[in-house]
T-cell receptor, first 108, second 117 residues
Framework: QKEVEQDPGPLSVPEGAIVSLNCTYS??????FMWYRQYSRKGPELLMY????GNKEDGRFTAQVDKSSKYISLFIRDSQPSDSATYLC????????FGAGTILRVKS | GAVVSQHPSWVICKSGTSVKIECRSL??????MFWYRQFPKQSLMLMAT?????????EQGVEKDKFLINHASLTLSTLTVTSAHPEDSSFYIC?????????????FGPGTRLTVT
């Protein structure tokens, strides 16, 4: 069993839709939870990070962590074509462990 | 923001040759740099952790004699793929952690695509 599970998609939505991206994990030792965005042939860019259970909002992005269920989510409101990318969840204890990434396509 | 560069961005080499990839932190000092490998449609896999002035720590299954890492200064780490073979073809990404950083404050480079023919 992988430490971090993430549906690879692709997920295709119309412009303006609310997007929900999710990851589950098995190791309760993870302390930090991150979401990265990666455009094709580029390195990952940090979008959001959280430490505790609950929600964290930054503009159109909301990160949610439920440690009891070992489940994290990223919500994107009013999605734009420029949001089309691969979204990677990552978790940290003494190193980053990444999910496989979900390909998101926002159609105009 | 913190900027990390990689050079080259892509390289094609023949089987049996060696390739060096550079990772530089442009506007900050990085005591720790990380090297990842990413296959198409797969996750980033940590290969090794590199600390300035000391030997790199390799993840299980990564051949240290094949993937030579040197972190000679606070702004430069290099990865040399020795005697490359087609199965080494992949996307190699480095990240750098600032001296005040925690585990998650890693800034990623744009990646280097290696193709071994």
């Amino acid at each position: 069993q992988k430490e971090v599970e993430q549906d690879p998609g692709p997920l295709s939505v119309p412009e303006g839709a609310i997007v929900s991206l999710n990851c589950t994990y098995s190791n309760s030792a993870f302390q930090y939870f991150m979401w990265y965005r990666q455009y094709s042939r580029k390195g990952p860019e940090l979008l959001m990070y959280t430490y505790s259970s609950g929600n964290k909002e930054d503009g159109r992005f909301t990160a949610q962590v439920d440690k009891s269920s070992k489940y994290i989510s990223l919500f994107i409101r009013d999605s734009q074509p420029s949001d089309s990318a691969t979204y990677l969840c990552a978790m940290a204890r003494n190193k980053l462990v990444f999910g496989a990434g979900t390909i998101l396509r926002v159609k105009s | 923001g913190a900027v990390v560069s990689q050079h080259p961005s892509w390289v094609i080499c023949k089987s049996g040759t060696s390739v060096k990839i550079e990772c530089r932190s442009l506007d900050f000092q990085a005591t720790t740099m990380f090297w990842y490998r990413q296959f198409p449609k797969q996750s980033l896999m940590l290969m090794a952790t590199s600390n300035e002035g000391s030997k790199a720590t390799y993840e299980q299954g990564v051949e240290k004699d094949k993937f030579l890492i040197n972190h000679a200064s606070l702004t430069l780490s290099t990865l040399t793929v020795t005697s490359a073979h087609p199965e080494d073809s992949s996307f190699y990404i480095c990240s750098a952690q600032t001296t005040q950083g925690t585990d998650y404050e890693q800034y990623f480079g744009p990646g280097t695509r290696l193709t071994v023919t």
